[in-house]
């Protein structure tokens, strides 16, 4: 039984590369472009960094439901 699994395994596997090959894939990964480390991508880090560590510090949940009931209220 395991050995007829693993047939059908590899069956499926011979399967999926051929169809891979008839796509044109060839094992190489082509990006439209290089990525590059921007100011706006430290901005866009540091912030969620920030913000995180005030989750961390201060129980936001809590402090929003203070400024809620007292609009509300």
Known sequence: MLGQLLLRTMDRAQRIHQAMLCRGFDGEVRLARHFRLTLADVVFTA????????????????LLGRVVTRIVA
């Open 47 to 62: 912030g969620w960094f920030a913000f995180f560590g005030l989750t961390r510090a201060f129980n936001l949940p809590e």
